[in-house]
C-alpha cells in the first residue's frame, strides 16, 4: 500500500468527487450520466487544443458537433488561447458551455503550467485554478517541466515540492484538483510521477494520465504559439507505467501518435486498447479527453475528432 491510500483519502474517493463536480461543470445542476453505461462508466471527451488554431467559439462548435458531450480548454496562449484566466468571465464561459449543450467541463490546461523551471508558475497555477473553481471546472493540469541541465534532482524535486505545498492551498480553498501530465523531466515514467505524488499528502493532488506522452518520452516545448520535440530518456510502456500509477489518475488524455505526428485513435503506434482496459479494471469513471497537438486545418481535425470518438464508443463496447 502506497503513502497516498495510507491517508484518509483513496484514489476512488477523490474520483467520486472529480465526477460530482463534472456533472455540473456547465449546467450547475444534478450530475448527468455522460458517457456511463452498464459496461463502461467512463465518459468521452475532448480538448479545444484540437483546434487551437481556431477561435474558441469554433472549437467548442466543432467538438460539440462530433458528438463529444464534455469539453476540456486550455488557457495556454499563445500557444492554444482559448481561455485567458486574467481577463474572461468565468460566468460567461459557463453559460457558453451549457448553451452548446455540453453536460460538463473535464478539465483546464493551466497557464504557466512547468512548474519546475518557470518561476511564475505558483502565480500562473494558482489564478488558473481559482478561475476554474469559479467556472464549476473540477481539475486544473501543469506538468513538473524540464528540469534545468545543470539542476541536480534532489534540488528540483525539492522546487516543486515547495512550489506544490503553495498551489495545493489554493486548490483546497477552490476545490479544484491539481493534476500533474507526463509533461516533463520525472513525469515521463512511473518512478517519478511517483516521485512527485510522495511529495505532498494532500488529496488536491493527482494525475493527469497522457497515454502517448510517456509512449514517446519527448518533452513538448511550446513558444510563440509553435511547438518543438525534445526526446530525453528511454520510451516507457504506457500500459505498464498506467498500471503502476493508477491509484493516483483522476483524468485522462487519450492521444495516438506515429513519431511526432497526431493521429486517429487505434491507427497509431501507442496501445490505447489496453489502457483502455487498465482503467476499467481499476474502475475508472472519469473522463476521457481526446487530445492532439493542434497541427490540422480544421476540416482534417474534424474527420479525426469524428473517427476517434467512434473508435472509443467501440471499444468501451468491447472490453
Not at 32 to 47: D, F, L, Q, V, W
Not at 134 to 156: F, H, L, N
Not at 280 to 306: C, H, M, P, W
Amino acid at each position: 500500500m502506497n503513502s497516498y491510500e495510507n491517508s484518509q483519502f483513496t484514489r476512488r474517493q477523490v474520483l467520486a468527487g472529480v465526477i460530482g463536480t463534472i456533472g455540473f461543470a456547465a449546467a450547475g445542476g444534478m450530475p448527468g450520466n455522460g458517457m456511463a453505461t452498464e459496461k463502461s462508466p467512463m465518459r468521452i471527451g475532448c480538448g479545444t487544443v484540437c483546434f487551437r488554431k481556431r477561435p474558441f467559439d469554433e472549437a467548442v462548435e466543432r467538438i460539440r458537433r462530433a458528438g463529444f458531450e464534455y469539453i476540456e480548454p486550455q488557457a495556454t496562449g499563445p500557444w492554444c488561447p482559448h481561455v485567458d484566466v486574467w481577463k474572461d468571465d468565468p460566468q460567461k464561459f459557463r453559460q457558453t458551455i451549457q448553451k452548446a449543450g455540453f453536460k460538463g467541463v473535464s478539465g483546464l490546461w493551466s497557464l504557466h503550467g512547468a512548474i519546475i523551471p518557470n518561476p511564475k508558475s505558483v502565480e500562473g497555477i494558482t489564478q488558473t485554478i481559482k478561475w476554474a473553481g469559479e467556472a464549476g471546472i473540477p481539475v486544473v493540469q501543469a506538468g513538473d517541466g524540464r528540469k534545468p541541465d545543470k539542476m541536480s534532482e534532489e534540488d528540483a524535486l525539492k522546487i516543486l515540492r515547495d512550489r506544490l505545498g503553495e498551489i495545493l492551498e489554493v486548490a483546497e480553498k477552490c476545490k479544484v484538483y491539481l493534476c500533474i501530465e507526463p509533461h516533463g523531466t520525472f513525469s515521463l515514467t512511473a518512478d517519478g510521477l511517483n516521485k512527485i505524488m510522495a511529495l505532498s499528502r494532500s488529496k488536491w493532488l493527482g494525475i493527469n494520465y497522457d497515454t502517448a506522452n510517456v509512449h514517446r518520452a519527448t518533452y513538448v516545448e511550446s513558444t510563440a504559439g509553435g511547438y518543438s520535440w525534445t526526446p530525453f530518456g528511454q520510451r516507457q510502456n504506457e500500459v505498464a507505467t498506467l498500471k503502476a500509477v493508477i491509484n493516483r489518475v483522476v483524468h485522462v488524455h487519450v492521444k495516438d501518435v506515429i513519431g511526432t505526428k497526431c493521429v486517429v485513435l487505434g491507427e497509431g503506434k501507442v496501445n490505447v486498447k489496453d489502457c483502455l482496459k487498465v482503467l476499467k479494471e481499476n474502475g475508472y469513471s472519469g473522463v476521457l479527453s481526446l487530445e492532439t497537438e493542434g497541427e490540422f486545418e480544421a476540416d482534417e481535425g474534424q474527420r479525426l475528432i469524428e473517427a476517434s470518438r467512434q473508435y472509443l464508443l467501440k471499444t468501451l463496447a468491447e472490453i
